[in-house]
């Protein structure tokens, strides 16, 4: 990082992979970061990049994500591209000194997350967050203030449901493990604040608007370290609306979020209902905004907000095992290396 630049004006960013999602954090570096703009996006597909850069002003395209990341105007990345893609384009963030702010998943095996990890560590500075956006959002963040102050006692139990109207058509079994249930591995690490150590997936009968071949619904089972359980409804064909909800059942007491209890609704159909969030980048918006900001804030400080390296690596490692227990019918043990002491986690 060109440190005069960060200390004298904006952190310049550039963002790698300008899909759905890469996008989105273009407009919200642009238009919703204090502290920070994007200068340069990266894309596979370049008419996009371009299409993406002429709507921001001070937005070049440098087409080889490699190229992006080492350019003398870039002082940080975001990585929204391919998850295959993340393992290099990380370490050459690492290489060049970069901070990056990484979408899940860090990287696509355990193996390769660890060599991640290990990477960071060698150079010992803490320069990677991982893009669980969750872990921002004001009701799971709440609800982990609840947990901490002790009020409903010692949390025993999770309930997660994980609801998605649709899927893109080659969505498949182990991508619902990979894609979604990584979010439940993330909010059952944040809130519980100890690792999973097995995993069990249950497969019941298929919903007839899920595509041939994907087992949808699922139910997983987390269980931890002290031996506390986490159950995930996982459902992506519901074709109702976005829905996330989770209750933690403690020992004197329980709490839920999700229940999108904003604004209640008269519409003309004499219905009166309160609006589910559509997609997940309309019920994340606020999460993925906070991120954002206290990311940048964190790296003009010369430091991460958020999610490690090492819980991108841990919640890669429990998705190895969901996939195995998917695979397998059977429950599957998670193996974790020994964690470094460096490794800090995320708040
Ligand atoms: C998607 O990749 C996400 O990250 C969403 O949060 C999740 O709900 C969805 O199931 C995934 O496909």
Redesign the pocket.
Known sequence: MTENSVATGDLRVAVIGVGVMGTDHVNRLHRRTSGARPVVVSDAFVEKASEVAASVPGVRVIEDPFAAIADPEVDAVVIASPGMKHHEQVLACLEHGKPVLCE?PLTTDAESSLEVVRAEEKLGRQLIQVGF??RFDPEYAALKSLIDSGDIGRALLVHCA?R?PS?PPY?TSE??IN??V??EVDVTRFLLGEEITAVTVLTPTSSSEAPEGLADPMLVLFETESGRLVDVE?H?TTTVA?E?RTEVVGERGSAMIGLDTGLVRSGGDARRGRQITP??RE??GTAYDIEFQRWVDAVRRGTIDGPSAWDGYAATAVCEAGVRALQTGRRAEVSLAERPVTALSGR
């Open positions: 899940k956006m969750r994980h998605n899927v969505f991508m619902m894609d979604s990584v979010h996982l992506v976005y996330v997609g997940f019920r994340f």
